[in-house]
């Protein structure tokens, strides 16, 4: 038996149309326009390509949207400067600082120059802090994505045994978070676990985000587990003539074809998480700037 496809589109346009709904309910009922900022330093071809749709798509939920594209070379200073001028400008809810940012900059001192109320990325400490007791938090994107579509996989998730793979700040330890408040119990799992392969194995639910092409194999899964891969990372292709071309492609941290033939349902790369991120950077947008504003 082939695993069910988790298709993140459908789901994703689903998300986009009921906030671009609340939008215009907002603007006309209150006055609100939801206002998002992005700020991408340096010329990164993957990041460019993900702020440019984060602008486009806020912009077609009726946001009001600023991108500011800084130079290679921005100082530490600067950053946090604009970031400052990001928290007190009243038409902006949300900042997003697009990660990661070129080595000589500092990220923590920049993520923690955020106001928390306006962190849609849930990075802060203050988000962080939040989730993990249970009080109401911006939280990172691409975290509570997957969330929605385990809940669309699997409805309930109580009792059962989520295995996380990897440990970031972005979506490691904010879906474990998540999945724990959701009563699953959690395995945090990280390239020091011993025996991973018995671990992964032991999963109701594995999210694997660990940033390694393939590496979570199909006899590393459960018969009928539900797998999210985060994963996005882009490898030469599998045919030797075209990979001679440096033709490459987008692959998960999951061996797709193998997993697929054990796994009860699966996300696929792309197309399974992905879309879901800025999806939820619009709710994300939309949550800060009715908090904000003080509307219910
Ligand atoms: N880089 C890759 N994904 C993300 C994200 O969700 N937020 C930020 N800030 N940077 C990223």
Known sequence: MTARIIEGLPVAERIRAEVTAEVAQLRAEHGLQPGLAVVLVGDDPASQAYVKSKGEQSLAAGMHSVTHRLPADTRQDELIRLVADLNADPLIH?????????????????ISAID?????????????????????ALTACTPVGCMVLIRDTLGDV??????VVGRSRLV??????????????????HSKTQDLAAVCRSA????????????????????GATVIDVGINRVPFDNPEQAALGKTKLVGDVHYKEALE?????????????????AMLLQNTVTAAKRIAGVD
Do not use: Y
């Open 116 to 136: 928390p109320d306006k962190d849609v990325d849930g990075l802060h400490v203050v988000n962080a802090g939040r989730l993990t007791v249970g009080e109401p």
């Open 158 to 163: 109580a009792g059962k045994h989520a295995v």
């Open 94 to 110: 949300g900042i997003l600082v697009q990660l990661p940012l070129p080595s000589h900059l500092d990220e923590k001192p920049v």
């Open 172 to 189: 490691g330890k904010p879906i474990a978070q998540l999945l724990l408040a959701a009563d699953c119990t959690v395995t945090m799992a």
């Open 262 to 278: 054990v796994a009860g349902a699966i996300t696929p790369v792309p197309k399974g998480v992905g879309p879901m991120t800025v």
């Open 204 to 223: 109701d639910i594995l999210v694997a985000a660990v940033g390694r092409p393939r590496m979570i194999r199909g006899d590393w899964i459960k018969p």
